[in-house]
């Protein structure tokens, strides 16, 4: 090891952030272990270059234990290769017409990009994220093809669509920890080849391997809303109800998440749909709270409940910070497993990112306590929904009045119906438990 590369490591390794960062990752590292990701991208990403940034991230994929299945298309090189032969591109319904001639195109431009996809994958420069990477590269005829045949008329020849994946060869290459490689093509019983979409060729393998993710490298950043806010969870149902929506999609986005939709109604766990331009993409998707596109599910990920005695370790990391700010009053472990019944938390995706708790008093009045939602999930609405459920529940059980005592959110509360007032105000047996030197504000709210 150089000196350089030794010294950055150093300053780097010493860095509080780092390290906090890299103790984060774990549970990602942990539950991705043995897991079967299916990985598409078109053939701008080998085209642009971008692909050797990629071989970085699918290296570290690899040596974490992910099985990998990577589809890649070739429309750009395919363009060129009819463009050099003075070949017409034809489509039907945004489907590429394929006579003999461009098949002829079809797989000298595919073999091309193959080969250069497993010459980068094949590297291991020294100082480089690369070194030492072992990536064996498996490739063959996964894929049995069927013609599309005839549409509106239209025949269109060579054009197929995916028949049938043969999932135990592929699993047998995974499990020799191979990189296996699909390319846009697939084969008849009779010989034929066919030239297949990047996406069929994705969403079925993925399907077909039960894979725990399907993701997508595409142009945008994934899925918006009519606002152009980033969508970064989104249900079967919520996915299908905007694909049926009048107003106008990129065109990757109404390519890509019929596909993501389709997958997890099959049984795919979780469809991403990320930038290919983003260097690190596919990390900063996977290896994060929040993600950096959009992510695909059959349900929500978010769960309210009550919480139950195994939840307090996931209370206590919420609420210790905030104690020790001061913004909340200390409670010890012991105190929150005795009062573990008046709390809920919210779940996302089986991590505790929410807690709130309601403590009756006599005269039919209740405090609303130890609001708190993880930093990297706020203002995404998940206080108002703990919030909303502590109001039912105060309703439900016939209570008045709902008060909170806070030093830092009034205004928060006070923008949902709550009024400032004084102490004397409080039940008497709050009353007589309230901290002068905190001198927290009093917020009521009549039920």
């Given amino acids: 090891m ?34 079967t990701f299916v990985v598409a991208f078109g053939g701008e990403v080998v085209a642009d270059g971008k692909f050797i940034e990629l071989t970085h991230d699918l290296n570290l994929l690899s040596s974490l234990g992910v099985r990998l299945v990577l589809v890649h298309g070739a429309r750009p090189q395919i363009e060129q290769h009819l463009a050099r032969n003075n070949l017409d591109d034809h489509y039907h319904q945004g489907i590429r ?30 100082n480089s994220p690369m070194a030492n990477a072992d990536i064996r590269v498996a490739g ?21 669509s995916v028949r049938k994946v043969d999932v135990s060869a592929i699993k047998n290459r995974l499990t020799h920890n191979e990189v296996v490689l699909l390319s846009p093509l697939g084969y008849s019983p009779t010989g034929e080849v066919f ?18 993710k399907l ?3 595409m142009d945008t950043d994934g899925v918006h809303d009519k606002a152009g806010n980033l969508l970064r969870d989104l249900t079967v149902a919520e996915a299908s109800a905007l694909l049926s929506q009048k107003y106008k999609l990129p065109e990757d986005v109404n390519l890509f998440l019929p596909c993501a939709v ?11 749909l990320i930038s290919r331009h983003v260097d690190g993409a596919i990390l900063q998707e996977l290896f994060s709270a929040t993600g950096i596109g959009s992510m695909v599910v059959e349900s929500s990920l978010s769960i309210l409940r009550d919480a139950t005695i195994a939840d307090v370790g996931g209370i206590l990391q919420l609420l210790q910070p905030l104690e020790a700010e001061g913004v909340l009053v200390r ?53 108002d929904v703990l919030f909303k459920h502590i109001l039912a529940q105060a309703q439900a059980q016939g209570l008045r009045k709902l008060f909170v005592l806070t030093t830092r959110t009034a205004h928060w509360f006070l923008e949902r119906g709550f009024k400032e007032t004084d102490v ?16 927290s504000k009093v917020c009521v709210r009549d039920l």
């Fill in 97 to 126: 017409l394929t006579d003999a001639e461009t098949m002829q195109c079809v797989k000298e431009a595919v073999g091309r990009v193959r080969v250069e996809i497993e010459a980068l994958l094949s590297m291991g420069l020294v």
């Fill in 424 to 439: 004397s105000q409080l039940p008497a047996q709050k009353k007589a438990l309230y901290n002068y030197q905190r001198r």
């Fill in 331 to 383: 409670r010890g472990r012991e105190r929150l497993e005795q009062e573990i019944g008046r709390f809920v938390v919210l779940e996302y995706d089986h991590r505790i990112i929410g807690c709130a708790a309601l403590y009756p008093f006599d005269e039919l009045a209740a405090e609303l306590a130890c609001l708190a939602v993880q930093p990297s999930y706020r203002n995404q609405g998940y206080g």
């Fill in 2 to 35: 150089s000196e350089d590369f030794s010294l950055t490591l150093e300053s780097t390794f010493t860095s509080t952030n780092f390290v906090a960062w890299f103790r984060s990752v774990a549970p990602y590292i942990y539950a991705f272990r043995g897991r």
């Fill in 140 to 160: 063959g005829n996964f894929i049995t093809a069927q013609p599309m045949g005839i549409i509106n008329g239209v025949d269109l020849l060579h054009t197929g």
């Fill in 215 to 217: 993701i997508f490298l």
């Fill in 262 to 272: 389709r997958a997890c109604e099959a049984g795919v766990a979780r469809t991403h």
């Fill in 195 to 212: 030239n297949l979409t990047l996406e069929d060729v994705a969403t079925q393998t993925a399907i077909a391997l039960d894979a725990d």
